[in-house]
């Protein structure tokens, strides 16, 4: 990934704004230059870099775009290189706010933030098991120099990550539609996930509902199921199976995004299919079979 911002502000990945705040304050004032008088340029080099940190992971768009593809996604969304603050900016003593300084002189208000658009992103549980490139085209619409409206069509790339989840928003910055005199709007993709034939998700774990027959579930059998990457699962179970009865395979389920070497459970529910009818010799034969056994 590169430079890697949250060990540079010394946060975790599910870091807080708070404890970005707190970080980033205790680490300024650690490296400020003018409390690094023998070591001026090193202390001067290791506050830009916390600094810069700081102005991408406390940006909610920068920061998303910075998880997902890393410096160069910044990059090359139109961010440029992350700013910094001047070492003068910050002073090793704390010093209280002059409120005359939120005055902006003279110059029009901010222009307005255009609503981000939303679209669907469609998604198989397998791409979302073993990660996957999507291409998407996109149509928008921009105004020309004469303001005049145009459509423009353009390929953009979603590198699914192993262990999203649906809801996942994945945001492209203006990358929308273009009103005259108003930046781009956001687009932003939402994950939803496409029904599978065998597997349900729950979580990070996988569910499996699969029917047994009476005879299976009071002398055993072999489960085989083909996994979500390829693989061949064979699960022996000798066990009597109860009604209701679930067997749990730990680390076979989906993947922890934040994680994705360690996985969720698989769980097999199994349904019970009780013979409809059966014959006199075929009843006797059980009570023969089970006359003794007690539950």
Not at 88 to 100: G, L, V, Y
Not at 158 to 168: E, Q
Not at 207 to 214: D, E, F, M, R
Request: aromatic share 6%; hydrophobic share 35%.
């Amino acid at each position: 990934m590169g430079v890697d911002y949250y060990n540079i502000l010394k946060v975790s990945r599910g870091a807080t704004e708070d404890d970005l705040k707190k970080s980033y304050k205790r680490l300024a004032m650690k490296w400020h230059p003018d409390k690094n008088p023998a070591t001026n340029q090193q202390a001067e080099a290791k506050f830009k870099l916390i600094s810069e940190a700081y102005d991408v992971l406390s940006d909610p768009r920068k920061r998303q775009i910075y998880d997902l593809y890393g410096p160069e996604g910044l990059k090359s969304s139109d961010f440029g290189t992350p700013s910094y603050h001047h070492p003068h900016d910050i002073k090793p003593c704390a010093t209280r706010n002059n409120n005359n300084n939120n005055h902006r002189a003279g110059g029009a208000g901010p222009k307005p933030i255009p609503t981000p658009i939303e679209t669907q992103l469609l998604c198989t549980l397998e791409e979302l098991y073993k990660g996957a490139r999507k291409k998407m085209k996109i149509s928008r619409v921009l105004p020309d120099h004469f303001g005049k409206p145009i459509t423009v069509q353009e390929i953009l790339k979603i590198d699914i990550k192993p262990g999203w989840k649906k809801g996942t928003k994945i945001t492209f910055p203006q990358k929308g539609n273009q009103e005259p005199g108003l930046p781009p709007a956001d687009l932003i993709f939402v994950v939803e996930e496409k029904p599978h034939a065998v597997f349900q998700r729950d979580g990070n774990d996988l569910v499996v509902n699969h029917k047994i027959s009476l005879l299976e579930a009071l002398t055993g059998l072999s489960l085989n199921l083909t996994a979500l990457d390829g693989r061949r699962l064979t699960l022996p179970v000798t066990d009597i199976i109860q009604p209701g009865s679930e067997v749990v395979i730990p680390n076979e389920g989906m993947p922890i995004s934040k994680d994705p070497s360690k996985k969720g459970n698989l769980i097999i529910k199994f349904d019970i299919m009780f013979p409809s009818r059966l014959t006199a010799e075929q009843k006797s034969d059980l009570k023969r079979a089970l006359g003794g056994v007690y539950m």
